[in-house]
């Protein structure tokens, strides 16, 4: 007898993080992981500096204080507010309390490359529907339904395309789906989102039994090292997923930061307002150099590359990194022309673009 894993696992591709490190350089400019280009706000680093002295008691393992401020924030009910380390977590448990073998989980083409290692990892079938130019179709993910469907995935926007459904597209959806079908709406990018027509799903789970909106503190808020995210459900859910959660998932300074972040609504804005500001400046460089970009409503953008000749994306990334840049190659999601940038400091998109400016050039 041999052990062996569930058979999902074993066809499993890990995750493999955005590059934190080039060979040859003591320090890099890292555009690959859709960090924060402000970083933390102030007052979050010094509150998780403060429960220092505290690290051998054990956090509250219902995040109350965290998740009252959260709810006080964006006006939820608190009851239906559970946490986790990183909103990957909560993800993972939603695959596991609704999912397994003999199960589907469905999911765009050009999706977050972690919804397929949920689903295998609880012995699911993960599920692509087709994309219209890059971008999440309501219709495709339907025609995908079948009876053996439980998890219905969506990030809105979407990583890493940058593309969003409108609060129109998404209640579509939801209609479409059976009662039984979990829809998680994973808005890890909502706080960047400035258009009128976009919503993180707030309205959903308040008309539903069977829609989850999940949130992160790793992006607007830069803290991805903290390990904090957050999920809105109904209370069915909430019961399910803490039945099932590990007992003290959230740390005491992840918690003490998080409370703190999300009270610094001007940090906050400061660094949307970066976003707004950048992101279409980086999209008009590149597009006046050649080359075609997605358009994105996140704090990163999706540059498209020639598949042959002397500008590949395999180039590209080459010629980038030898500058000491580190953005992301997003073969992994299906757009093996793609390079991922994230929207850092002004030195920060300024190099990069150089750096890909003097790689068109070459012949």
Known sequence: MVLTPRPGIIKMAPYVPGASKLKGFDTVIKLSSNEGALGPSPKATAAFKATGNELHRYPDGNALELRKSIGDRHGLNPEKVICGAGSDEILALLARAYAGPGDEILFGEHAFVMYPIFALSVGATPIKAPETKYTVSVDALLSKVTEHTRIVYVANPNNPTGTMLTSDEMSRLRAGLREDILLVIDAAYAEYVIRDDYSPGIELVDASENVVMT????????????RLGWAYCPETVCEVINKIRPPFNVTSGAQAAGIAAVNDVEFMTRSRDHNTEWLPWLSNQLEGMG????????NFLLVLFPRSGPHTSDKAMDFITS???????????GIPEGIRITVGIEDEIRAITGAISDFMKKV
Do not use: E
């Open 323 to 333: 500058r000491g840049i580190v953005p992301r190659r997003t073969s992994s999601a």
């Open 215 to 226: 949130r992160t503190f790793s992006k607007i808020y830069a803290m991805g090292g903290a």
């Open 291 to 298: 080359l075609n970009t997605v358009p994105s409503v996140g």
